[in-house]
């Protein structure tokens, strides 16, 4: 936008006349905003699971005998809105860990064996054999970089992945090299599932910006995944890059240069 925003105050400056000043405080009324939205979606996405537990506890304090018939039908709700807390208060504190950690970018060397292991047997515990999981682990190549941060980077593409395809479903982890001699490797996540409008890939990683909300609820979204993503791809010098059509899926590929890429132990 090329509104500006800018703060004019009169001064005196001498006995007869007075001094104009301007600022242009637009970044600053940027930064306030940002902050100001992500408070008011923070409160709004606890609000709800707490009206919904609060509600249920209200029935059962007001009952002079607890029907356990009741409780056995409300307790799964109740769980159920409590783990949305727990995941939107973890991905919180992930999103500031990585806000506060030192700018230098994570230089351990992470087997990528190991990493890719992980989350193949995290994909097919989220899946349930409700999908194929389909795996092609053709790069040697390791990385430098934080392995915890990968890992929960990498996770979030394969839980979106897995969250946003129907049953029947494939979805494709693929670790490549690539580059026009190879000189670059590429991770990916490729699913058959519902796919996302063009007009909303450009704002994706924004926090708790979702394409439908409903949607992204109901399957145990809290919104902050692709902000993660962004953010671990950014320390460690990658690049996303987002390719889907609606109704007919979506590819998240990470791509990391020459100088990010480690020999195999
Ligand atoms: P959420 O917790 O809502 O999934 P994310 O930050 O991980 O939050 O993703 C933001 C939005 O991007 C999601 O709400 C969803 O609309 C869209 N999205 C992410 N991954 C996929 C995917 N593989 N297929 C379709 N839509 C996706």
Same mark, same amino acid.
Request: glycine share 8%.
């Given at each position: 936008?090329?509104?500006? &925003?800018?703060?004019?105050?009169?001064?005196?400056?001498?006995?007869?006349? #007075?001094?104009?000043?301007?600022? !242009? %405080?637009?970044?600053?009324?940027?930064?306030?905003? /940002?902050?100001?939205?992500?408070?008011?979606?923070?409160?709004?996405?606890?609000?709800?699971?707490?009206?919904?537990?609060?509600?249920? @506890?209200?029935?059962? $304090?007001?009952?002079?005998? =607890? !029907?356990?018939?009741?409780?056995?039908?409300?307790?799964?709700?109740?769980?159920?809105?409590?783990?949305?807390?727990? *995941?939107? &208060?973890?991905?919180?504190?992930?999103?500031?860990?990585?806000?506060? *950690?030192?700018?230098?970018? =994570?230089?351990?060397?992470?087997?990528?064996?190991?990493?890719?292991?992980?989350?193949? &047997?995290?994909?097919?515990?989220?899946?349930?054999?409700?999908?194929?999981?389909?795996?092609?682990?053709?790069?040697?190549?390791?990385?430098?970089?934080?392995?915890?941060?990968?890992?929960?980077?990498?996770?979030? @593409?394969? *839980?979106?992945?897995?969250?946003?395809?129907?049953?029947?479903?494939?979805?494709?982890?693929?670790?490549?090299?690539?580059?026009?001699?190879?000189? #670059? $490797? &590429?991770?990916?996540?490729?699913?058959?599932?519902?796919?996302?409008?063009?007009?909303?890939? =450009?704002?994706?990683?924004?926090?708790?910006?979702?394409? +439908?909300?409903?949607?992204?609820?109901?399957?145990?979204?809290?919104?902050?995944?692709?902000? %993660?993503?962004?953010?671990?791809?950014?320390?460690?010098?990658?690049? @996303?890059?987002?390719?889907?059509? $609606? +109704? #007919?899926?979506?590819?998240? *590929?990470? /791509?990391?240069? $020459?100088?990010? @890429?480690?020999?195999?132990?």
């Amino acid at each position: 936008p090329t509104e500006r &925003v800018l703060a004019i105050q009169l001064v005196p400056f001498d006995s007869t006349r #007075k001094l104009l000043l301007s600022r !242009d %405080i637009t970044q600053i009324e940027r930064v306030q905003t /940002v902050h100001r939205d992500f408070v008011a979606n923070v409160s709004h996405e606890l609000r709800t699971p707490l009206t919904v537990i609060g509600g249920f @506890l209200e029935t059962f $304090a007001d009952m002079d005998e =607890p !029907d356990v018939g009741m409780l056995k039908q409300f307790m799964p709700m109740m769980l159920d809105q409590t783990r949305r807390m727990q *995941s939107l &208060v973890e991905d919180l504190l992930t999103l500031s860990r990585l806000e506060n *950690s030192p700018k230098a970018v =994570p230089n351990e060397k992470v087997n990528m064996d190991e990493l890719l292991a992980t989350l193949r &047997v995290e994909a097919e515990g989220l899946s349930r054999g409700r999908h194929k999981v389909v795996f092609d682990h053709s790069s040697s190549r390791w990385l430098w970089g934080s392995a915890q941060e990968l890992h929960s980077a990498f996770g979030n @593409l394969v *839980s979106n992945a897995i969250r946003y395809t129907p049953e029947g479903g494939t979805v494709t982890l693929a670790w490549r090299d690539c580059g026009e001699k190879g000189e #670059k $490797a &590429v991770f990916s996540v490729s699913d058959t599932g519902i796919g996302i409008p063009r007009e909303h890939i =450009p704002r994706l990683t924004e926090r708790f910006y979702r394409v +439908d909300r409903g949607r992204s609820r109901g399957s145990g979204g809290t919104g902050l995944g692709l902000a %993660i993503v962004k953010h671990v791809l950014a320390r460690h010098h990658a690049k @996303l890059e987002i390719a889907s059509e $609606a +109704d #007919k899926g979506s590819t998240f *590929s990470v /791509v990391f240069g $020459a100088e990010r @890429l480690a020999e195999a132990e």
